[in-house]
């Protein structure tokens, strides 16, 4: 058959080969056709024979309408037109005689659910679970004070009279106050106030405080205790009496009290609640004897044991 179709080619395809192509498609075409009726030619007979059967069986709705054949009257037989009456189909006579009934209003009970018994296969029925949208919360309003209080700048209080200010740009530190033999400086980092100056002693004894650090290895008639808030030097063993004192009073507001020894020797400047003034060392020496310490302590001591434990004062 190849063969064949190669031959029938080289014949009429190479000379004419569109018109061959046309050809071909239109033979081919027929062929598949018949092909495909010869196949599906089965199949349509029996649907007609489905057909058939479901037309030729009466269904039930059928045979109810179909009536018995009457029995025809016989020549001498005559029949009373008034006994004929017309006939109503029984699903029309019911209807009418429900309708003439008077209606009763029939209330609907719910039905309650069997509960399945031991061993059948019917599963329980889950508990419907109701979905409730959730509520939007609304965020509380942060209600501003009536009053408040906000720090313009960074204040140092030299003693509790002479303020001075410390501003940001001072990198280097700012020189507050000049006590003959030192200075008291302080320079602002990381949003904090840092003093930095020197105490002498009646002795001569030196300790230097550092950005609020000491930094010398203090003599054991001296000791210092400390927290967050303040920084306390103190001399002696018991009554102690403070001899610099850096605290904050506010996030942007410190204090310093102290005494601070001259370059002469003899007199003193000190800083108290009072404000700054001067005194003779002898002077010094009669209020240490007489407990009468013009700056007040803020820890106890001695500091080991009382770490940052600051005195409690009845206000």
């Known amino acids: 058959m190849w063969e064949l179709l190669k031959q029938a080619y080289q014949v009429v395809g190479v000379r004419y080969p569109k018109v061959s192509t046309v050809f071909a498609g239109i033979i081919g075409f027929f062929v598949f056709a018949g092909v495909w009726w010869l196949i599906g030619r089965p199949y349509d007979k029996r649907i007609d024979q489905r057909s058939k059967k479901e037309i030729s069986q009466p269904t039930p709705q059928t045979q109810k309408n179909t009536l ?29 005689k429900k309708d003439s009934e008077p209606k009763e209003e029939i209330v609907k009970k719910p039905i309650p659910k069997s509960e399945p018994q031991h061993g059948s296969a019917t599963p329980a029925e889950e508990p ?15 209600k501003e004070p009536t009053f408040s ?23 280097k530190g700012m020189r507050l106050a000049d006590f003959e033999n030192s200075e008291l400086e302080a320079v602002v980092e990381d949003g904090k ?28 008639e001296w000791d210092i205790n400390y927290n967050d808030r303040a920084i306390e030097v103190v001399r002696g063993d018991g009554p102690y009496f403070p001899y610099l004192q850096i605290k ?21 400047i000190i800083l108290d609640k009072s404000g700054k003034h001067r ?24 500091r080991m044991g009382n770490e940052g434990k600051e005195i409690k004062r009845d206000e």
């Open 193 to 220: 106030i840092k003093i930095s100056t020197v105490l002498i002693s009646e002795t001569g004894e030196r300790i230097d405080v550092r950005k609020n650090k000491i930094t010398h290895n203090l003599n054991p």
């Open 68 to 96: 018995a054949p009457a029995t025809k009257p016989g020549p001498n037989v005559s029949i009373d037109p008034s006994l004929i009456t017309p006939s109503i189909p029984t699903e029309l006579e019911g209807k009418s």
């Open 279 to 302: 005194i003779k060392v002898e002077d010094l020496i009669k209020l240490r004897e007489e407990n009468k310490w013009p700056i007040d302590r803020l820890f106890e001591y001695p």
């Open 128 to 142: 419907k679970v109701l979905s409730v949208p959730p509520t939007e919360t609304k965020p509380d309003e942060k």
């Open 248 to 268: 904050y009073t506010a996030p942007k507001t410190l204090v310093v009290y102290g005494i601070f020894f001259t370059r002469r020797g003899n007199n003193i």
């Open 149 to 171: 209080i906000e720090e313009a700048v960074y204040t140092v209080w030299i003693g509790g009279k002479v303020s001075r200010e410390v501003l940001l740009h001072k990198t």
